[in-house]
């Protein structure tokens, strides 16, 4: 079965930076598209970033400049290195299988169970 296990979230004050990480079971890297998304209380679903197995990397407005989402093949994991962190980045973050474009990053079916962001003075 497909699997993500999402962890490395945290209280961070504004400026600070996380990294997240996303270990994938159940499925290649090399195979497929991986997007991070993110959810706040209240507020919809977005996308945040996402790279495909090409290693292709695309980045919403917000997170560029800010974030920068890799891979590690060998451990099948995809990481977002998350600088300069703001209070409307607080949200529970996710990783997920995903359809992924210069212009789109949609979910595709498999999700983690997500990881709390949150940044606060």
């Known amino acids: 079965?497909?699997?993500f296990v999402?962890?490395?979230?945290?209280?961070?004050q504004p400026g600070g930076s996380l990294r997240?990480?996303?270990?994938a079971s159940g499925f290649t890297l090399d195979s497929g598209a991986i997007g991070w998304f993110r959810q706040a209380p209240g507020k919809e679903r977005e996308g945040v970033s996402c790279i495909t197995s090409d290693g292709n990397?695309?980045?919403?407005?917000?997170?560029k400049g800010r974030f920068t989402i890799?891979?590690?093949?060998?451990?099948?994991?995809?990481?977002?290195?998350?600088?300069s962190l703001k209070p409307e980045d607080?949200?529970?973050y996710y990783c997920a299988t995903s359809i992924c474009t210069t212009y789109y990053n949609v979910p595709s079916g498999y999700w983690g169970q997500?990881?709390?962001?949150?940044?606060?003075?």
């Open 70 to 83: 890799s891979r590690d093949r060998a451990k099948n994991t995809v990481y977002l290195q998350m600088n």
């Open 57 to 63: 990397t695309y980045y919403t407005a917000s997170a």
């Open 114 to 121: 997500g990881t709390q962001v949150t940044v606060s003075s």
């Open 1 to 3: 079965q497909v699997q």
């Open 20 to 23: 997240l990480s996303c270990a």
């Open 90 to 92: 607080t949200a529970v």
């Open 6 to 12: 999402e962890s490395g979230g945290g209280l961070v």
